[in-house]
């Protein structure tokens, strides 16, 4: 575990263990590297080097109040992987940090990265518009907004109580520790980052960058996601990826990593081996 310091004096949380083909870990909003605590064991045990970062303003990075947009995570990214010298790489993210693994995949230096893997991402872009008619309407962020503003602390107890687990659904069986490790992860973070965090995930438009990607990328989705809407994600980022395979979940979460790690694992190592 260490610190990078990027170009702009941001520090950057990370976690490094094992050896062998390295594999880098992009967490969703507003949490940390910590969300990958299962993943990273799995894969470790299974011979690779796992790598997880706190994104900027998150987790034990710096509390930035700048820079919190994609282009800047990506760039932070690419410093991370030129700092660990990583080649051939498989880039994982989930949720934001699927939008993270594509802006910054799509500007990779050759060489640096092998295959990439888009969790219940965000791309190719979530708010609604008339090039986006399946999209989420503004209000809905605006609404993320006025509740971090109002009672963070609350908010992040709803968020993963209900709909980030689908523990909201009937006969879901709800873990508490899931709930309190978002929370607690949730609070690590900056406010401000946090709060601009929220238009980089909904507002950023990845149509190009997922166009540009030249390496195999594997997509997953559980379609009964309350957070990333399946429909207007999964399917559309498979069309524009040139090496795209999509694969559906039926009646899976958006937090699908965390609840049901014994199908999401496994799929992901015969993908890396593929």
């Known amino acids: 575990m260490g610190f990078i310091t990027t170009k702009d004096g941001t520090e950057i949380f990370y976690k490094d263990w094992g050896a062998g083909q390295p594999i880098v870990f992009h967490h969703g909003w507003p949490l940390s590297a910590d969300d990958w605590d299962n993943q990273m064991l799995f894969f470790l045990e299974n011979g690779y080097r ?8 998150h987790g034990r990075s710096t509390q930035t109040a700048t820079g919190n947009e994609m282009d800047t ?12 010298d990583l ?3 498989v880039h994982i993210g989930h ?13 990779a230096e050759p060489g640096r990265v092998a295959k990439a893997v888009l969790i219940g991402a965000v791309p190719p872009i979530m708010v609604k518009s008339e090039k986006n008619p399946g999209g989420l309407p503004i209000e809905v962020f605006d609404g993320f907004r006025a509740a971090l503003v109002a009672n ?20 879901a069986k709800i873990s508490q520790g899931l709930i309190e490790n978002w929370w607690r992860q949730g609070m690590m ?14 507002e950023t438009d990845f149509t190009e ?3 540009k990607i030249d390496v195999p990328v594997l997509v997953m989705h559980g379609d009964d996601d309350q957070i990333v809407p399946y429909a207007d994600s999964a399917p559309l980022s498979d069309k524009l990826l040139k090496r795209g395979t999509l694969k559906t979940y039926e009646g899976l979460p958006h937090g699908l990593c965390a609840t049901h790690p ?11 081996k593929g």
């Open 50 to 57: 796992v790598i997880a970062h706190d994104r900027r303003g």
């Open 73 to 84: 995570y990506a760039a932070d990214v690419a410093e991370l992987a030129k700092a660990l």
């Open 87 to 89: 080649k051939e790489a």
């Open 95 to 107: 949720s934001t940090g699927g939008g993270e693994v594509a802006h910054y995949v799509a500007r």
């Open 152 to 171: 963070r602390a609350q908010f992040y107890i709803d968020v993963p109580s209900g709909p980030f687990y689908g523990f909201n659904r009937p006969g």
């Open 189 to 202: 973070g900056g406010a401000k980052a946090h709060y601009d965090c929220i238009k980089a995930f909904s």
């Open 209 to 211: 960058d997922l166009k």
């Open 262 to 272: 014994e199908i999401v694992n496994p799929d992901l190592l015969a993908f890396i």
